[in-house]
């Protein structure tokens, strides 16, 4: 079975700090994405990534950074986070081709004081 | 610009009956693939259902089916013979480069 993996399941993190959000996939996919998910706006993309060391802006990137160092691995940084990026964070990741499913990781619940 | 919608916040269905799950999305491709997931409150996201654009005939797994409506740009989701495990948060998407998501739909399933 494909694995995503988010290093973390709830985080509460203050005002100003620095966040990572950690994502792992066990299945060589070359893309992998980060997502927010809010009430009522569905799952909006952040960033997405076509390879290693490779990285293009999705719908609402401000405030947000990306890392892909290696390719299982795909990491969201909020440089200094802010009460506006509360929220439900979800990694996926998949094969290429536009007909492929993305399979999701368990979410990550930040909420930001 | 691409775009999902869903129009019903919030779903009910008796157990044992049907539902359908209503989507709509705005495109100029003509290649593209729609999806249906589902969100549990485990909220590991589960694919339920995949239709390729270019297949007229609708998908179907087991107790689930899609109205694709090309023309139309409609994507439904029914689900005959509801279960208590059903009941879930659905997403309708789209893709062709990358995902679009619709803002989902709160399926409660009554016993």
């Known amino acids: 079975d494909v694995k995503v993996t988010q290093s973390s399941r709830y985080l509460v993190k203050r005002t100003g700090e620095k966040v990572f959000l950690e994502c792992v996939q066990d299945?060589?996919?070359?893309?992998m994405f980060w997502y927010r998910q809010d009430p009522g706006l569905g799952l909006r993309l952040i960033y997405f990534?076509?390879?290693?060391?490779?990285?293009e802006k999705g719908d609402i990137p401000e405030g947000y950074s990306v890392s892909r160092e290696k390719k299982e691995r795909f990491s969201l940084i909020l440089e200094s986070a802010s009460t506006n990026q509360t929220s439900m964070y979800l990694c996926?990741?998949?094969?290429?081709?536009?007909?492929?499913?993305?399979?999701f990781g368990a979410g990550t619940r930040l909420s930001v004081l | 610009a691409q775009t999902v919608t869903q129009s019903q916040p919030e779903m009910s269905v008796q157990e044992a009956e049907t539902v359908t799950l209503s989507c709509t999305y705005d495109t100029s491709e003509s290649d593209y693939y729609l999806f249906w997931y589902k969100q549990p409150p485990s909220r590991q996201m589960i694919l339920v259902i995949r239709q390729e654009a270019y297949k007229q005939q609708n998908a179907t797994e087991n107790r689930f089916s899609v109205n694709f409506q090309k023309a139309a740009k409609s994507f439904s989701l029914k689900i005959s013979d509801s279960q208590l495990g059903d009941a879930a948060m659905y997403f309708c998407?789209?893709?062709?480069?990358?995902?679009?998501f619709g803002q989902g739909t709160e399926l409660s399933v009554k016993p």
């Open positions: 998407a789209y893709r062709r480069l990358t995902f679009i």
């Open positions: 996926a990741s998949n094969h290429g081709v536009a007909k492929n499913i993305q399979y």
């Open positions: 990534s076509y390879d290693v060391k490779m990285k």
């Open positions: 299945m060589d996919h070359e893309n």
